[in-house]
């Protein structure tokens, strides 16, 4: 059974950093392309960033371009995104997911239905 489980949220003031985990298990994700998305309370959930199974193809969100940086470590079948310069708007719920297409080498999707599995989500707290 494919599981995600997304840590290392929590509470920092604006300008701070957090590092967010995701460790999948029931099955290797290193050939496939993996996301960060995010829901604010009361908005739609929003893309904000997809790795390829090639580590260097990424995507990003204008809304955190600049500031956020996706990687992965397919030996441990972990991807993180890694929260520079964090602003009030920032704050949401972070999900990780996994699409489990065989999609091209720079292949980073965006759609949250391109997306078959999703972690329980890590709460993002950005105060002022």
């Known amino acids: 059974q494919v599981q995600l489980v997304e840590s290392g949220g929590g509470l920092v003031q604006a300008g701070g950093s957090l590092r967010l985990s995701c460790a999948g298990s029931?099955?290797?994700?290193?050939?496939?392309?993996m996301g960060w998305f995010r829901q604010a309370t009361e908005k739609e959930r929003e893309f904000v960033a997809s790795?390829?199974?090639?580590?260097?193809?990424?995507m990003y969100a204008d809304s955190v371009k600049g500031r956020f940086t996706i990687s992965r470590d397919n030996a441990k079948n972990t991807v993180y995104l890694q929260m520079n310069s964090l602003k009030r708007e920032d704050t949401a719920i972070y999900y990780c997911?996994?699409?489990?297409?065989?999609?091209?080498?720079?292949?980073?999707?965006?759609?949250?239905?391109?997306?078959?599995?999703w972690g329980q989500g890590t709460q993002v707290t950005v105060s002022s």
């Open positions: 997911a996994v699409d489990l297409d065989y999609g091209g080498a720079s292949y980073t999707p965006s759609r949250v239905d391109d997306y078959e599995y």
């Open positions: 029931g099955r290797t994700f290193s050939s496939f392309a």
């Open positions: 790795i390829n199974w090639n580590p260097g193809h990424t």
